[in-house]
């Protein structure tokens, strides 16, 4: 039996952790959730993690929550596989990145899917939902200028913060937003295509069955 389990739903922002996981090459199993059905409400879920929310990382016994938390936890305990920046500048680059799309793009979406978090007046959601598409839209272009450089996010080799940003631009792709990544933003759709280009990221993304961003 593996000491480590990733509790998932497919398509969340656990995705990047699940990559991450598996990128590291750590013995894990995954556990997934069924945020529809209410998996992440049971009673069993709940003595895992109060918070009710996807991802969490049972390690030993010992509980980790929150995505960046737990990329990073992993990254740091694989320091040969260079998921974490050795150098002090590009860690905190890396820092930023995970801050960056934690408050910003994750914010923003959650206003759209789960516009009931944020007013109890029904006649508020439609313009809450889009004006927060429009802001992730904004948002995309500054992510975007940031890629624009090409290669990794941060340094010359793949980190958390790549696993980080396939997440939000496959949630902008996605049927929620429908954005046309590859027209508005192809600096970030070709990031996105080398991420899902590995392995890995492969594995994960048919294990969680969703699609390759297309070459």
Same mark, same amino acid.
């Given at each position: 039996?593996?000491?480590?389990?990733?509790?998932?739903? %497919?398509?969340?922002?656990?995705?990047?952790?699940?990559?991450?996981?598996?990128?590291?090459?750590?013995?894990?199993?995954?556990? #997934?959730?069924?945020?529809? #059905?209410?998996?992440?409400?049971?009673?069993?879920?709940?003595?895992?993690?109060?918070?009710?929310?996807? %991802?969490?990382?049972?390690?030993?016994?010992?509980?980790?929550?929150?995505?960046?938390?737990?990329?990073?936890?992993?990254?740091?305990? !694989?320091?040969? #596989?260079?998921?974490?920046?050795?150098?002090?500048?590009?860690q905190?680059?890396?820092?930023?990145?995970l801050?960056?799309?934690?408050?910003?793009?994750? !914010?923003?979406?959650?206003?759209?899917?789960?516009?009931?978090?944020?007013?109890?007046?029904?006649?508020?959601?439609?313009?809450?939902?889009?004006?927060?598409?429009?802001?992730?839209?904004?948002?995309?272009?500054?992510?975007?200028?940031?890629?624009?450089?090409?290669?990794?996010?941060?340094?010359?080799?793949?980190?958390?913060?790549?696993?980080?940003?396939?997440?939000?631009?496959?949630?902008?792709?996605?049927?929620?937003?429908?954005?046309?990544?590859?027209?508005?933003?192809?600096?970030?759709?070709?990031?996105?295509?080398?991420?899902?280009?590995r392995?890995?990221?492969?594995?994960?993304?048919?294990?969680?069955?969703?699609?390759?961003?297309?070459?």
């Amino acid at each position: 039996m593996s000491p480590r389990t990733l509790y998932y739903a %497919p398509g969340a922002c656990s995705l990047a952790a699940h990559i991450i996981l598996e990128e590291s090459g750590l013995s894990y199993e995954g556990a #997934k959730l069924d945020l529809a #059905k209410g998996d992440q409400r049971s009673a069993q879920y709940l003595a895992i993690n109060d918070r009710g929310r996807v %991802p969490a990382l049972v390690e030993d016994g010992w509980v980790l929550t929150e995505c960046a938390a737990i990329m990073r936890h992993v990254a740091r305990q !694989v320091p040969e #596989k260079d998921l974490w920046p050795t150098d002090l500048r590009e860690q905190a680059m890396a820092d930023e990145w995970l801050g960056w799309l934690a408050c910003n793009h994750h !914010v923003t979406y959650a206003h759209i899917r789960r516009a009931e978090r944020y007013t109890d007046d029904e006649e508020a959601l439609d313009g809450i939902r889009a004006k927060a598409a429009d802001t992730y839209g904004d948002l995309c272009t500054m992510t975007e200028v940031r890629l624009s450089h090409g290669g990794w996010a941060v340094g010359e080799c793949f980190t958390v913060a790549d696993a980080y940003l396939l997440l939000f631009w496959i949630w902008g792709n996605g049927p929620t937003l429908r954005f046309d990544m590859a027209g508005r933003f192809p600096a970030w759709t070709a990031h996105a295509r080398r991420v899902a280009a590995r392995p890995a990221v492969q594995a994960v993304l048919a294990r969680e069955g969703l699609g390759v961003p297309a070459a």
